[in-house]
C-alpha cells in the first residue's frame, strides 16, 4: 500500500462500500439515464448494470457453494486467467446487451440490481472468510472472493459514471482493493505518483499511457492492461 492507503482495507467493508457506492448511484437512475453511454465498449447503462447484476448473482451462488480443494487463486492470481481476447468480449458484449434489452424499462432492471446487491452484500458478511468457495472454475477463500468483488464493482463505478458528471466517484475502500489488487499484478507498488482513480483507469486499459510514463514503467508499460 501507498501512504493514502496504509492499511490494508477488509474484503467485506471493502465489498460494502464498493457494492454500496455503486447502488448509491443506480438508485437515483431512471430510464433517460440508463441510455446513456458508458466507459465499456457498447454499452449503455443499463447494460452495465446488467452485467453488474450478473456477478452479484454470481457471488451469491460462490458464497453458498463450499469448495472441498484447497484454494489455488488468490484475489490477485484471480485476475491471472484474464487475457484480452477481442473475439470473446464482443460476443460477451452482445449478450449483455440482448439480455439487458428484455427489461422494456429500467426501473425493475434497477431494482432488481439493488435487491440483488443487497443480499450479496449481507451474504458476505455472513460468510467465514477463511472458508473455500468455488466460481468460475477455481477455489478462493470468500475473503479473497469479496476482494475481487469489490474491485470489478469499483473499476465499473468509473465505467458507470462517465455520462454522469453529477455522480458520486467509487467508495475509497474499493478503490484501496484495486490499488493493492493492481500492485499485485505488477510486482510491485506502481512507480508513479497516480492518484487512485487513474491507477484503476490507466492500468486497465481506460486511460492511455503518456510517453513520460511509459518511460517511468519500463518494460513494465508492455504489460498493461492488467485486466480490464
Keep these: 500500500m501507498t501512504a493514502e492507503h496504509p492499511d490494508a482495507v477488509a474484503p467485506v467493508t471493502a465489498l460494502r462500500a464498493s457494492y454500496g ?23 449503455a447503462v443499463r447494460d452495465l ?80 472468510p477463511a472458508r473455500a468457495v468455488g466460481t468460475q472454475g477455481h477455489v478462493l477463500t470468500a475473503g479473497d472472493l469479496l476482494t475481487t468483488l469489490a474491485v470489478e464493482a469499483t473499476v465499473h ?28 499484478l505488477l510486482g510491485r507498488p506502481v512507480p508513479l505518483d497516480w492518484s487512485d482513480e487513474h491507477y484503476a483507469r490507466a492500468a486497465t486499459g481506460r486511460a492511455p499511457l503518456t510517453q513520460e510514463e511509459r518511460r517511468t514503467l519500463g518494460s513494465s508499460a508492455e504489460r498493461l492492461p492488467l485486466l480490464s
Design 21 to 43: 457506492a455503486f447502488a448509491a448511484v443506480v438508485e437515483t437512475l431512471g430510464d433517460d439515464e440508463s441510455w446513456l453511454p458508458t466507459g465499456c465498449t457498447g454499452w
Design 49 to 128: 448494470v446488467f452485467h453488474c447484476l450478473s456477478d452479484a448473482q454470481r457471488a451469491l451462488v460462490a458464497l453458498h457453494t463450499p469448495a472441498t480443494a484447497p484454494a489455488d487463486r488468490d484475489a490477485v492470481t484471480y485476475w491471472h486467467d484474464w487475457a484480452p481476447d477481442p473475439v470473446g468480449a464482443a460476443h460477451g458484449r452482445r449478450w449483455t446487451r440482448v439480455s439487458a434489452s428484455m427489461f422494456l424499462s429500467f426501473g425493475p432492471l434497477r431494482d432488481l440490481y439493488l435487491e440483488t446487491a443487497a443480499a450479496t452484500v449481507t451474504a458476505g458478511a455472513a460468510a467465514d
Design 157 to 184: 463505478h468509473l465505467d458507470l459514471t462517465v455520462s454522469l458528471p453529477g455522480a458520486a466517484g467509487p467508495a475509497p475502500e474499493g478503490l484501496a482493493a484495486v490499488r493493492a489488487t493492481l500492485d499485485g
